[in-house]
T-cell receptor
Framework: DTAVSQTPKYLVTQMGNDKSIKCEQNLGHDTMYWYKQDSKKFLKIMFSYNNKELIINETVPNRFSPKSPDKAHLNLHINSLELGDSAVYFC?????????????FGPGTRLLVL | AQSVTQPDIHITVSEGASLELRCNYSYGATPYLFWYVQSPGQGLQLLLKYFSGDTLVQGIKGFEAEFKRSQSSFNLRKPSVHWSDAAEYFCAVGPFNDYKLSFGAGTTVTVRA
């Protein structure tokens, strides 16, 4: 069974479109995250939710809007896609909020904006 | 704020040879330290982590890492590399009271036959 799953795995779209990426974890974790990995493989946290509540919102354009319908799901919706949004987006989850919690990552969604 | 430096962008090693990946961190106290591996086209997998106690930490796939407070380092080692170890390796640091991880830029490991 996949612990953290993301759909779709690949996403190719035109500039200006709106798209969503879905994430689900079956680990029973309370905390979920979205990361962006750029072309240089640098990983940066975007958002974090704990029990459906937003707890981290880094400096991310408001075109990005996370939604957590329940604590097992954290979706990412992106409006008006731009070329610079091309990246790999990783979802992750951890048991709790404490420092040192191991984060479990999904396989990533490779987004290409043309 | 914490930060992580991985000085080596790319390392090539022969199969069967030893491997050492460097990681230096900057933080006001002892943080939590992690090593993750990303195989091509895959997500990140935890290799090992350090919280406290024994400074030599054993992980999965035959990896180990040593925490050296005096050098602010957490280097990853493997005595004998397999071709399947070719991947991207990330060091990460997280403060004890915050789950927000900071990742290094990664080291790409190539294994030659």
């Amino acid at each position: 069974d996949t612990a953290v799953s993301q759909t779709p795995k690949y996403l190719v779209t035109q500039m200006g479109n709106d798209k969503s990426i879905k994430c689900e974890q079956n680990l029973g974790h309370d905390t979920m995250y979205w990361y962006k990995q750029d072309s240089k493989k640098f990983l940066k946290i975007m958002f974090s939710y704990n029990n459906k509540e937003l707890i981290i919102n880094e400096t991310v354009p408001n075109r990005f809007s996370p939604k957590s319908p329940d604590k097992a799901h954290l979706n990412l919706h992106i409006n008006s896609l731009e070329l610079g949004d091309s990246a790999v987006y990783f979802c992750a989850s951890s048991l709790g909020q404490g420092g040192g919690e191991t984060q479990y990552f999904g396989p990533g969604t490779r987004l290409l904006v043309l | 704020a914490q930060s992580v430096t991985q000085p080596d962008i790319h390392i090539t090693v022969s199969e069967g040879a030893s491997l050492e990946l460097r990681c230096n961190y900057s933080y006001g106290a002892t943080p939590y330290l992690f090593w993750y591996v990303q195989s091509p086209g895959q997500g990140l997998q935890l290799l090992l982590k350090y919280f406290s106690g024994d400074t030599l930490v054993q992980g999965i796939k035959g990896f180990e890492a040593e925490f050296k407070r005096s050098q602010s380092s957490f280097n990853l080692r493997k005595p004998s590399v397999h071709w399947s170890d070719a991947a991207e390796y990330f060091c990460a640091v997280g403060p004890f009271n915050d789950y927000k991880l900071s990742f290094g830029a990664g080291t790409t490991v190539t294994v030659r036959a």
